[in-house]
């Protein structure tokens, strides 16, 4: 199989740990792997078919598959190099369509309650905010998030009427044109969550993050802690039908802690693993392969990541 992995230059001599782990993998399974940036490509629009995409300028041999791994910071060109390929009989994995989803949180968060699954009450603002709205709907404190964002950042935890209307004031001077994502803040275990790994319709397993520092935020990159989960069937089916209703088939579902059950916080078609496989001693790396290469032994059939037997119903 050969297989490219879509992601942007490294900026630094060190490889991502991702890259550096499906490398290692990929000498095990005897697959081709070839890192592109969507810089180096060009797409020819035309009849051309196979030969209407050059890398450096030059014709290449097109992949079996190609593993997008450019998540929330997917721009409009990168999306178009994974639909041309899909056109091309290339296998993708995510598919274009599910990326785009994904990386509009709002959007995504539509996709979710859509299957009626539970998340945290979300809503849309511009300016103006209404406050009064906003304290009536979602309530206090609440989640400031912007529309596109990885990582924690562009995530604030506004505690009370007051600093939110800063918030708001400093927002608005740097950009009124800016809309912004509310969400209630569910706080039945602050600075936890869990992020359950999705490869081809089946729950890898689960790893309890937990902020150090105090922060709402428990993301790994920023410092938190990690350690292996136990699936449960709640967990299972909702991870699953996360991971179904955005059409992703590789997925990093972060779930909530609500009450005695759970909500879904976000789903991520570019999830990293360095903290999950250390937490977990899972080996997603090769999970990810082998989904790679069932999926180029399927592509000649229509393919639609498997949803499971029963969509979770609202907590």
Sequence with gaps: MNLWILQKRCSGLVEPYELMRLREES?????????????EIDLIVSRGGRRSIRRCGQEVDLPDVLLSRT????DYFSLAILRQLEQLDVAVINPSGAVEAVKD????HQLLAQRNLPIPRT???????NLELVAAQIGFPCVVKLLVGSY??????SQDPRSFQDLMELVSALDRSQSLILQQYIDTRPGQDLRVFVIGGRVLGAMLRRSTDGSFKANISRGGDGEAFAITPAIEQLAL??????QLDIAGVDLLFDGDGYSVCEVNSAPGFCGFEAA??????????????ARQQKQGESYVPR????LVQSQ
């Excluded at 949180?105 to 995504?108: E, F, H, N, V, W």
């Excluded at 809503?123 to 103006?128: D, G, I, K, N, Y």
């Excluded at 039908?241 to 955005?246: C, E, K, N, R």
């Excluded at 949803?307 to 029963?310: D, K, S, W, Y």
Aim: net charge neutral.
């Design 307 to 310: 949803a499971p037997r029963e």
């Design 27 to 39: 000498r095990h399974f005897g697959v081709a792997l070839e890192a592109v940036a969507p810089e």
């Design 105 to 108: 949180k709002l959007y995504a």
């Design 152 to 157: 924690g950042d562009g995530i604030v935890l």
């Design 241 to 246: 039908a996360s991971a179904a209703a955005v």
């Design 71 to 74: 998540g929330s910071g997917t």
């Design 123 to 129: 809503m849309l603002v511009r300016f103006p905010v």
């Design 280 to 293: 977990t001693g899972l080996n997603v790396a090769r999970a990810m392969l082998e989904h790679c290469q």
